[in-house]
């Protein structure tokens, strides 16, 4: 029992390891003032959120998966 | 760059002037802030909002009337230190031309942005109730081809 707790565990940790690929669904619930309201949910860590714009709702989902990029140069 | 914990914040701190193009169907440019001295430079649509956001949250100017979610249990830690994003304006190259946006963040309200953008080339100002709002604003000027511009 005690190694299945440890399995579960690892399961659990391995799931909400950030990762450059994650899976969302998005519930896009109302429009108003001029930006989106819904709710998200993120697969691989079993979590849903609500979101009031879609600058929040881009936060969470980089958060779930974010991304290291070069900076632009000129 | 003047450091802005040691001054006084003004409403100049989130006066922008802005350099963007399209780039693989995305936007990549700088913002120069000329008051502070400063530069953030972007490389999308998602680097833009989220570095600029993150220097908004460090001098808490406009101050965002919500507290952002996240799908941690903790709420986020304030950030003590100027985020590594934001250089000194002498840092790196500026384009050779007038600026493409004069952008002002004047409000953080409803988890999201208010404030105006103005068209340098034609001296047209638009209002902007959200992010989103402001980011169809820049495309639609960048875009000539959709018809819809400011």
Same mark, same amino acid.
């Given at each position: 029992?005690? !190694? ?17 690929? *994650? ?5 896009? !619930?109302? *429009? ?13 860590? !079993? ?15 980089? #958060?779930? *998966?974010?991304?290291?990029? #070069?900076?632009?140069?000129? | ?7 006084? +914040? %003004? ?17 990549? @440019? ?6 502070? @001295?400063?530069? +953030?430079?972007? %490389? ?29 249990? %903790? ?16 840092? @790196? ?36 109730? %959200? ?15 959709? @018809?819809?511009?400011?």
């Amino acid at each position: 029992m005690l !190694q299945t707790e440890r399995e579960g565990s690892t399961e659990k940790k391995r799931a909400e390891k950030k990762s450059e690929s *994650a899976t969302f669904t998005i519930k896009i !619930q109302f *429009a108003r003032n001029a930006t989106w309201q819904g709710s998200i949910s993120w697969l691989e860590g !079993q979590k849903t959120r609500n979101f009031r714009s879609e600058l929040e709702l881009m936060k969470l989902m980089a #958060e779930a *998966a974010p991304c290291e990029e #070069e900076l632009a140069d000129w | 760059m003047n450091d802005p914990e040691r001054g006084k +914040i %003004s409403a100049n701190i989130s006066l922008f002037r802005m350099y963007a193009e399209k780039k693989d169907h995305d936007l990549a @440019g700088v913002l120069v802030n000329d008051y502070y @001295g400063f530069r +953030i430079d972007y %490389s999308s649509v998602g680097q833009l909002f989220s570095y600029l956001d993150e220097f908004l949250d460090y001098v808490n100017f406009p101050m965002a009337a919500t507290r952002r979610r996240t799908f941690g249990e %903790s709420a986020p830690e304030k950030r003590e230190a100027m985020p590594e994003h934001v250089k000194d304006v002498e840092d @790196g190259a500026i384009p050779d031309r007038q600026p493409d946006f004069i952008l002002h963040v004047q409000f953080r309200q409803g988890a999201t942005w208010q404030g105006t953008l103005r068209r340098a080339d034609r001296q047209t100002t638009r209002r902007f109730r %959200s992010e989103l709002e402001l980011i169809t604003l820049i495309m639609n000027a960048l875009d000539i081809e959709r @018809g819809k511009d400011l």
